[in-house]
């Protein structure tokens, strides 16, 4: 296969994964890992790296319609981010530790735990009536719009939500993946906060917890020019078309069935780093 | 979409927010213009030639470090101009860190100062070449 059919595979299956990720809000690195590794046989360590790249371009590129929102909570989002942050770096020193099989599984099982995630009802808890102390001190609790008014929300579990955290950075910094989901999941379940605030703080977070390991990445040599290019425009492409057409569509089916392709990849993939043929 | 009924007051939070969000989406667009423009001319370049990435040797040495990049792309090497689009996009939310650093300064929340100083600093020895 020729460099440009190989681009050009590439950039056509970036834009269908930043087009479904941004319609399911599962982000695109998901399906992108897979497709380069199972479907093309290119080294997991590349597409890590080119998968990264396009999780900062999603997330950037997104910031700002959720922020002209007013759901964003830039001092939930920046305390978090230390422990992000902190996470990414410890997980990039770790992907350079453990063997590609590894990856694979671990990768698999985070996958898998997502696309079963999908399958639960959707709430909206209307967040903590009282904060905690700590998030009190901290400034955490904020407020939404809400009709014409806007609606106060409290924060508590300041200490589970900042651990589990490091942990959603980790998962960034090893596997090249956004981890919203565990992001929203610290935020949403632990820490209390309002949903609509919690995916959109997450993705505001998505970027910089990427950032944090990208740099390392590029110094390890992860991120080649020739994949992380297409890999990189095509999911930006694809998630900026799939945000246009979330506002007009009830996205139900297709996230059900976006999530049984992800169940079944991350079988696939759990299946291959236990062959040893990752 | 449910947008707030009147354009924030300048020097709040939501002010802040909206500015930052416009940075990254700039940031991103300048980014993406840049690979683009670097990912036509390695097509032309090399379209033709079968690389393998099956097995990992990782990028040339040139291209993993900013000084490396930057030189390959002043000597307008299509690698070094895509890898430099790269380094802008990740360079992206380390500019949005530093711009709220400014921004909780001039609100005096001093506790904030210096959380986004840790974070920045994380971003920094990541993007200098640190290796851990």
């Known amino acids: ?73 830039i001092r939930i989002g920046m305390f978090l981010e230390v422990a992000t942050t902190f996470g990414a770096v410890a997980g990039a020193v770790l992907a350079g530790h453990v063997s590609t099989a590894v990856i694979a599984v671990v990768f698999g099982l985070v996958l898998l735990s997502s696309g079963l995630q999908t399958f639960r009802a959707t709430h909206d808890i209307a967040g903590a009536a009282v904060s905690s102390p700590a998030a009190v001190r901290l400034r955490l609790p904020g407020h939404y719009p809400d009709g014409g008014g806007r609606q106060e929300y409290g924060v508590t579990g300041v200490a589970p939500g900042f651990g589990l955290m490091v942990v959603a950075g980790g998962l960034s910094g090893l596997l090249g993946i956004g981890s919203g989901a565990v992001k929203v999941l610290a935020m949403d379940r632990l820490m209390r906060i309002p949903f609509k605030v919690s995916t959109t703080t997450s993705n505001f977070m998505i ?19 020739e994949l992380a290019m297409p890999v990189m425009l095509g999911v930006l492409g694809g998630s900026l078309i799939g945000s246009r057409v979330l506002v007009v569509t009830h996205s139900r089916i297709l996230r059900r069935v976006f999530a049984w392709v992800i169940i079944l990849l991350a079988l696939e993939m759990i299946y291959n780093g236990f062959a040893g043929r990752i | 979409m449910t947008r707030p009924p009147e354009t924030p007051p300048p020097g709040s939070d939501e002010a802040l927010e909206v500015l930052l969000g416009r940075l990254l989406q700039a940031g991103v667009l300048v980014a993406a213009a840049v690979v683009a423009i670097g990912g036509i001319y390695l097509l032309i370049m090399r379209g033709g030639g079968k690389p393998a990435y099956a097995s990992f040797s990782g990028a040339a040495t040139a291209l993993r470090s900013v000084g490396g990049i930057l030189a390959e792309a002043r000597a307008l090497k299509a690698d070094g101009i895509v890898q430099t689009g790269l380094l802008l996009l990740i360079a992206t939310p380390v500019l949005r860190v530093a711009f709220s650093l400014f921004g909780f300064a001039r609100q005096r929340d001093w506790l904030y100062v210096l959380l986004t100083l840790f974070v920045l600093t994380v971003l920094t020895a990541g993007l200098s070449g640190w290796q851990p």
Do not use: K, Q, W
């Open chain 1, 207 to 225: 970027g910089v917890t990427a950032a944090a390991s990208a740099g390392i990445y590029v110094g390890r040599g992860y991120v080649v020019p």
């Open chain 1, 1 to 73: 296969m020729s460099y440009s059919v190989l681009a050009l595979l590439l950039c056509a299956g970036s834009v269908v994964a930043g087009f479904l990720g941004a319609l399911t809000g599962l982000g695109g690195g998901v399906v992108i890992i897979p497709l380069m590794t199972l479907a093309l046989g290119i080294d997991i360590r590349y597409a890590i790296g080119a998968s990264l790249i396009s999780v900062i371009a999603t997330s950037s590129g997104a910031a700002a319609a959720y922020v002209r929102e007013g759901f964003t909570n």
